[in-house]
Structure formats: C-alpha cells, structure tokens
C-alpha cells in the first residue's frame, strides 16, 4: 500500500529514517510504502516443500516459491507457510 505521508499510515508515525521505506517521487511530496513482509523476513523464508527462495507476489497477497511455483498466502501480515495451505500457480 502507498500512503501520502500526511495520512497517517502505521510507518510515518515514526521518524523518516525509522519508516520501511520513504520515496519522494517530485519535490515537496513524500510518500510512504507499508509492505506487508519485511525484507529481512522475505531474505530467510524458503519453500517448506523444495527449500528453494520465495518472492513476494506482486499484489502482496503471497510468497511464491521460485522453483515449484507454489505460492504460500500471506493473512494478517503473516506468511502462512504451510503446504496443504499453498496453490500453484504458473
């Protein structure tokens, strides 16, 4: 999700240099991005099937696995990495 920095979304209640991640797109606009999974997270978490690495889908709403294609569902801002849970998706 992008927020304008005005509205206050969970990150920009912090300082700039504390929020995930803070992009100024023109002058005098900043913008925030809430990810739903951190990077440091996203960089140890493998497939529990194949143990290859996952990536973050681009809607946000999955981690797929790179090698088997299975993508693990992410509710409530938590990977559910289960494999009975997982679909596969080309």
Do not use: W
Request: charged share 30%; with cysteine.
């Amino acid at each position: 999700m992008v927020f304008p920095a005005s509205e206050h979304a969970p990150c920009c209640a912090r300082e700039p240099e504390q929020a995930e991640a803070f992009v100024t797109p023109c002058p005098g606009v900043t913008l925030c991005i809430d990810m739903a999974i951190s990077k440091d997270l996203l960089e140890i978490l493998v497939c529990p099937l194949c143990k290859a690495p996952l990536e973050l889908k681009q809607d946000e709403n999955g981690l797929k696995c790179v090698e088997c294609k299975r993508v693990y569902p992410i509710r409530d801002d938590i990977p559910v990495m289960l494999v009975d849970e997982a679909r596969i998706e080309e």
